[in-house]
C-alpha cells in the first residue's frame, strides 16, 4: 500500500508547523514577482495560495497525487481573488511539462515518494534553462525517530500486531549522499544539500492532530473502530518518554533534506 487517502479538511487545521516552515522555504526564494512556479506536493494548497499572492505578475500551478487534497485545493484557493493559480492531479513521478517554469518548490511532500530519480527527472523537463528548483522534506536516519521508536513498539504488542504482518517503514527519508548522486545523474547545478535539524512543538491536541493526518501509513492500518485506541496509545507512548515542558507543549526533533539546484 503506497497510496493513502488523506482527509484534506483534517489536514487543513492539523499543519501549523509544515505551513510555518513553508513560509520559511517561500522566503529563501525571494521572488519578483513575475515567475512561473510549480509547487509539488501541493496537498489543500494554502502554501500555493501565499506564493501565488507575492506573484503579481506570475502563476503558480499545484500538482498532488490525492484526489481529495486537489479537491480541497481548488474549492478553497483557484476560485477567488487569485486568478493566477491552478491545480491538477498528477503524480510527482510523472510531471507532464516541458521548459514551463521558473521555480520549482516542494514542502514536506517528497519524503513520501520513493523514486526521486523519476521525480528530478520531471522537474528538470519542467523547469526552463536558468530555472531554480527549491525542495524540503523529511530526510536522515533520525528524522522523527523517537516518534518512529513510539510506533515500532506499540505495532509489537498483541493488540496490534497482527494489522503490520507486512509492513515495512514508509516514508523516505533520504539524505545528501542519496542525493547528490542523483542530481549530477539528472544534470543540476547543486547549490546546497542540507540537513537541517528542527524542533516540531505542538500543543498536546496539536500533536495529536498531526499524527493522526499525516501518520497515515500506520493510522490506516487499523481498522476506523479502534483507530482512536491506537492513536492515543502512540500519543501516551510518545509522551510518556518525552513529557511536554513547562508550557504543556511538545517537542519532536525532525530533520528536513533540503535541496537547492538550477537547471544549466
Ligand atoms: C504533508 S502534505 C504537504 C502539503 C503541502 N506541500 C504543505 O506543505 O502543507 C504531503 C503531500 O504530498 C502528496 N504526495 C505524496 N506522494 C505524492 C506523489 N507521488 N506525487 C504528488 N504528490 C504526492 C500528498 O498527497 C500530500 O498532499
Known sequence: MDKYTWDALDYEKSSS??????RELIAKLDLKGDERVLDIGCGDGKITAEIAAKLKNGTVVGIDSSYEMIQLAQARHAKGDLANILFSEHDARRLPFHNEFDVVFSNAALHWVKDHLSVLQGIARSLCRGGIMLLQMGGGKYNAVDLVKAFDQLIEIPLWRDYFNDFAFPYYFYGPDDYYPLLSEVGFIVKRVELIPKDMVHDIPGFKSWVQTTWLPYTQRVPESV????????????LNRHPPDDEGMTHLGMLRLEIEASKP
Do not use: H
Request: aromatic share 16%; charged share 20%; net charge negative.
Open 17 to 22: 508547523v509544515q505551513q510555518m516552515w513553508a
Open 227 to 238: 483507530r482512536e485506541q491506537f492513536l492515543q496509545q502512540v500519543i501516551d507512548e510518545y
